[in-house]
């Protein structure tokens, strides 16, 4: 059963958790804020609850994650661990049971054998469940799930609110997303009021930045390029080395990018060990990246796509910017 | 009378208000977003309730502020221009009447001869006016505004809240400063459902940023320089002049270095046309900036502060960190 009205899926969601005991957590592969967010949040509410939740990660945490309160109660799965018992599955922020990643892979017949119950808000969701709350207008999963929780009666202690606000301020970009409705600031508050250590939150977030990302960031947007509503910038393996940052410390370079006046497409390359070509696209309506990620296979939403491209960076250059240069004329014609 | 309960003061403001049909609105001195948010909030409000008021500003609009419904109403006051006539006086977001600037000082005896309310959120406030609503635990100027507006039955369209938003979002940096609070959540909960345009704010406010201010951050942050707990970085005439980038385009700069992890104190360096340097301190709770830049004359906050040094930029190293290095020092023993 699919629902999108929380107070009719309470019910059935309570029903599936008054009936067990042992309940396992999971939440999509390389989790989010809102995916380990949302993990906590029903982990901490379960356990205040007298039941015995398991809180289980395909791989590991986001950094800026890990001063949240239960957070060493998260089991990082490792290949061929096993899958742990459990009455009743929990599946959050995650469109199907596949993009859960190595346990799904390992685990697949066991997994189908339990009962699963699924909280998400990708519009995405295959709603494979046996009860499933999916609603695309949540802005985070962990608004959706915080709602759920007060609706099925299930406490919600000032460190669960903490765990779900990561959730609600990461997905929506600090409130700057256009998923950001009068629900998601009151979801907000009502956390706040509920104990939420918002200060702590955006100090771990957005004021924890490593000094080698900062540095990447620096020499990248120094010879970032511009030609009209286009913008492209290059993280290269030399500035990785000579900043010591990691692969992912440029993930952020691209919303630079894109914060600039009169950008209407740009790219972001990415240099990768093995010699191929990350690249990350972002647009304004109109312009369609996830349909040029796909020339690559890649993929991702209209105004935010990747793919990899397996030439190196002078060729991805010559088979990426024409494209765009040719998006945007078509947009401008439109 | 100075009220902080909304409910009692709207009683007094629209007594005030009904009184008058021609109303001057004023703000501080380089208004920034909740200046004239809360300066084009009331102008929307009382020209929809059929007054004529009349929005006067003492010096230029940020450029963020350019799109707001209304603006083109907003009068840029220039030095010699005449008082204009009004029946009563609403000043907003000031915390005196000096801080209105040229108009104060080339009008201070007429002004002072008219009726003056006052709404703002400073907790610096005198409350000079016949009327005051002042509450520093207001998040913004325009949070209380839209509030006392609502409580006094005055029309509030989506323009004028659009304009409010402004406010809301620019002095909470998105909802990231301690002064986020339930109320500012859900202040901007109900401007959104009044119909402010959320999406143009954003696009405005942070995804509008000249490729020259863009340019500059980099060239600063390249050379950003790191010392434990301390960072520090300088914008050189050379910088500003090779990237065209206007003297206040560095202004977010101090928060870039402050966002980096382990940061406890950081001032950013800017050498000014007139040999001058001026210097912006940020740090955290236990270590007081505005303490150190009162050395020159200077203040702010406790944990936000400048100053102006009247010297160049090697001596003004000199004078600045060691200070910076003591503190840090005094706190880690405190």
Same mark, same amino acid.
Do not use: K
């Given at each position: 059963m699919i629902y999108t009205d929380i107070a009719t899926a309470a019910v059935a969601f309570r029903e599936q958790i008054d009936r067990a005991q042992r309940i396992l957590l999971l939440t999509h592969v390389n989790p989010d804020g809102d995916a380990l967010g949302s993990l906590l949040g029903a982990y901490h509410a379960l356990r205040d609850s007298g039941k015995e939740p398991i809180a289980l990660a395909s791989s590991a945490l986001p950094s800026y994650c890990m001063g949240l309160p239960g957070v060493e109660a998260v089991h990082v799965y490792q290949r061929g661990d096993p899958l742990p018992e459990a009455d009743l599955v929990w599946m959050l922020d995650t469109a199907s049971l596949s993009r859960v990643g190595l346990i799904f892979d390992e685990h697949r017949a066991t997994l189908a054998s339990r009962p699963l119950i699924i909280t998400d808000h990708h519009v995405?969701?295959? =709603?494979?469940?046996?009860?499933n709350l999916i609603d695309p207008s949540a802005a985070s999963t962990a608004d959706l799930l915080f709602r759920l929780l007060r609706a099925m009666g299930l406490p919600v202690s000032p460190a669960a609110a903490t765990c779900l606000t990561v959730g609600v301020i990461t997905d929506t970009q600090s409130f700057q997303t256009s998923s950001t409705t009068p629900q998601t600031l009151r979801t907000a508050a009502d956390l706040l009021e509920t104990g939420a250590d918002l200060r702590a939150l955006i100090g771990a977030v957005y004021f924890s930045i490593p000094e080698s990302t900062m540095r990447l960031s620096a020499l990248v947007l120094n010879a970032m390029r511009r030609e009209g509503a286009l913008a492209w910038a290059t993280v290269t393996r030399a500035q990785l080395a000579l900043t010591g940052?990691?692969?992912?410390?440029?993930?952020?370079t691209i919303t630079q990018l894109q914060r600039?006046? =009169?950008?209407?497409v740009c790219v972001l390359f990415k240099e990768r060990a093995d010699g191929t070509v990350k690249i990350s696209l972002r647009s304004v309506p109109g312009i369609n990246v996830a349909a040029i990620a796909l020339t690559w296979g890649g993929g991702g939403h209209t105004q935010a796509a990747g793919a990899t491209l397996p030439m190196p960076l002078a060729e991805a250059f010559d088979a990426v910017l024409p494209l765009l240069r040719a998006a945007l004329a078509e947009s401008a014609t439109a």
């Open positions: 995405t969701n295959d =709603g494979g469940g046996s009860v940052a990691s692969d992912e410390a440029s993930d952020d600039m006046a =009169g950008v209407r």
